[in-house]
């Protein structure tokens, strides 16, 4: 048997533009995701349609500043990234072109795309409150306006303002807040810090479980790979750590997404659709979500993931998500304001 190292990484950056777009059966597919699942997402997809898929992987802001250079040029036909707050930066920069199609309008609700089809929602992830188990009970703190509350000053821990996850966060706290109340809102957040905001979420949990800090927010994503890791010393951290959804009292807890759009320039178009449409299936739809330990988008496709059904069902905030990418330089503002860091 030969085993073939799959080095598709660098084997698609020496494809030509040529190449790429000589007829319809290739899709040009640029990602900021990459999981285990990846491999039966892609090739049920060929399967399926015939179309080859040429993955062109690199971190998010890498990705976006690659179309960028690439212009008009650019072979992609459809760009996969997280958060609506940088699918919403992508559509700043012109970079997609709408999509009509009525099977997506369908399927994937109304709040986890673009109301003019620039780009869809395919997998759901929430920002939830997380705490140590031995000092915070969950009742204690049951949403996100809790955490300005003066009983945890010197309590919390919270990353960057800068950071996407957060911006987001607070784009949905000026639509339901106003800009005054958000704003004191995070004055109170950054009074209760712990210590100065640094790492990534994963790292605001360790801190958690480290007694650094009692409280914090991350996606749930974070949590469950902790809980799922392979190595025993991670899974003792996820061990200590509750996770609670916020605001299930009222207007239920802030979500995002992971989506794709379907480039301007796309060379491959017709096959950049199909993709989509094959996203929103039912077994894509597992796959897309399982792979990073997030939701379905699809009512009635359930997550098969150990974590996410302990966490069970709850209340999701119905903001449509592109609200949180129009309302993200007055979120930075609010968070240079109040010195966030
Ligand atoms: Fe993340």
């Not at 009742?139 to 000053?153: F, M, N, R």
């Not at 704003?183 to 994963?202: H, I, M, S, Y």
Request: charged share 25%.
């Amino acid at each position: 048997m030969t085993v073939i190292k799959k080095t598709f990484v660098v084997s698609a950056l020496l494809f030509s533009a040529a190449t790429f777009a000589q007829d319809n059966k290739v899709l040009n597919l640029y990602s900021s995701r990459h999981y285990q699942t990846d491999e039966a997402l892609y090739a049920n997809f060929t399967k399926q349609t015939g179309i080859k898929v040429n993955r062109i992987e690199a971190g998010e802001d890498a990705l976006l500043e690659r179309i960028r250079n690439e212009g008009e040029r650019s072979p992609a036909d459809v760009l996969v990234t997280v958060d609506a707050g940088r699918l919403w930066r992508a559509q700043q920069l012109g970079f997609f072109q709408p999509v009509k199609s009525a099977l997506l309008d369908a399927r994937i609700p109304a709040s986890y795309r673009e109301p003019g089809g620039q780009w869809f929602g395919f997998s759901l992830r929430a920002r939830v409150i997380a705490y140590n188990k031995a000092r915070v009970k969950a009742a204690e703190i049951p949403t996100y306006e809790s955490l300005a509350e003066p009983k945890w000053q010197g309590r919390v821990c919270m990353r960057s303002s800068t950071n996407i996850y957060n911006l987001s966060l607070m784009g949905a706290m000026i639509d339901h807040l106003g800009e005054a109340k958000a704003e004191q809102w995070a004055r109170g957040v950054k009074a209760n810090l712990a210590r100065e905001p640094k790492g990534g979420d994963t790292d605001q949990l360790k801190s958690v479980a480290a007694g650094e800090c009692d409280v914090t927010i991350s996606n749930q994503y974070y949590y469950a790979r902790l809980l799922r890791s392979a190595k025993p010393e991670e899974r003792g951290i996820g061990e200590k750590i509750g996770v609670l959804f916020p605001n299930q009292a009222d207007r239920g807890t802030h979500v995002n997404i992971s989506g794709a759009g379907v480039m301007k320039n796309a060379p491959n178009r017709e096959a950049a659709v199909k993709f989509l449409e094959y996203l929103a299936g039912d077994e894509a739809q597992r796959y897309f979500a399982e792979g990073n330990n997030e939701w379905p988008v699809v009512a009635g496709v359930k997550p098969d993931n150990p974590v996410l059904k302990m966490l069970g069902e709850f209340r999701q905030d119905s903001l449509n998500v592109a609200v949180l990418g129009r309302n993200q330089p007055g979120s930075q503002k609010i968070y240079d304001r109040v010195a966030w860091k």
